[in-house]
């Protein structure tokens, strides 16, 4: 299995196609050695039945929103593939230098990749000084051991771990990953840690060899792994978490650190208690402060926005866990507030432009999804209802939520 220390490898842990990642791709791809030659692999979704329509979408995406073609390489299953089906894979990830890899369940993608040539090809590219770009399943199944999500949260399979490709463990790396680390869709039941939720998180956290270190990684937030540089950066609108050995540093977006923290044989004495004060954590007076300045703003960028309405989401689920009924209500206030804003923003632009509105509408589509998620029906409405008087109708169509202005 070929390794390097070339190249990038990107993992997000959730939003890989959505508006607020689109600067973390345009990044991601000026760390390619040479031209930018992008293709989608749509082997963890390949047992789905919307896996072609997952593949639409992301060629979509990189030709809506970042002026580049996207090559589908289709390898939805090893057993089904044929040679000629298998050779081309390869043949079309060897021409790549930017190879993306998103939602579905990573012990299928493991099943499918190993020991396979489609699997050297991929490595291939990243010894090339390409880049990786894998997210939600597809970050899984990076690390050395990987969490069987589908047959935990979904069959009810006892608690373990499974052998991930371990690609950063060729760089002396001993880390598992986990995307989704902040996600609330669960409503009334915990589902951070990729769904995993706090009892069990607990369980697994101590089946993890002692040297092994956690990288969790919030929603729509990316971690940015330079090899040749040995840095990791972290960019979008979360933060993500370094933990071992019962200990851990939090590090907020356009933070950094070094690959060492990594390495087992290199990090002891260099993580934080997980107890020190605040490290990483929100506070009411941070919310505040973060809704002053977007409601100041001039023009706020929509990632700006998102980064803003994602910190209030979870500290809504943060005061929701603990019960606090009156703080529940003050960030149910200060999210209406934002809401109405960005929507009076879109009414105010020139000439309502299309060209102009459409990241704020696609953001606010995104927002409305993960309420739905998350049961909060009446945030989820008000996005409609203010989109609705504003021309704007919103469609629910089993591909997703398009919309349309009105005549």
Known sequence: MPHSTHGTIVLMGSGE???????VHKYAMSLVEGPVQAAFIDTPAGFQLNADALSEKAFEYFRDRLDTPLTITSFKSTAQATLEQTREAVRKLHKA?????????PTYALRNWRHTPVLDAILETLARGGCLVFSSAAALTVGRLTIPIYEIYKVGEALRWVEGMDILGH???????????NNNSGGDH????????EPRWAILEKQLPSMTTVLGI???????????DNRCEVQGVGRVTVRGNGTEQVFSSSGSFDLDL???????????????????RLTWDDIRSSHEKLLAAPEPSPEGVAAYIYDLMTFMSTAREHGDTQTMRL??????????GIVARLGAAPGNSEEIIAPYIDLLIE??????????WEQADLIRERLTDLGILLEDEAQGTRWRQLS
């Not at 196609?17 to 600067?23: D, L």
């Not at 760089?171 to 680390?181: E, T």
């Not at 927002?367 to 909060?376: I, P, T």
Request: net charge negative; hydrophobic share 45%.
């Open 218 to 228: 919030d929603e729509h937030t990316a971690c940015i792994i330079r090899l040749p």
């Open 171 to 181: 760089n002396g790396m001993d880390v598992c990953i986990v995307p989704h680390w």
């Open 97 to 105: 230098s930017y190879i993306f890899a998103g939602p579905g369940s």
């Open 17 to 23: 196609m959505a508006a607020s990642m689109v600067e």
């Open 331 to 340: 960030a149910e206030e200060a999210m209406r507030e934002a809401l109405v």
């Open 367 to 376: 927002l409305r999804a993960s309420f739905r998620a998350a049961k909060q």
């Open 190 to 197: 915990d589902t951070r840690y990729c769904y995993m939720g």
């Open 262 to 280: 990594l390495r087992p044989d290199v990090a002891a004495g260099r993580f934080v208690p997980v107890d020190a004060p605040e490290i990483g």
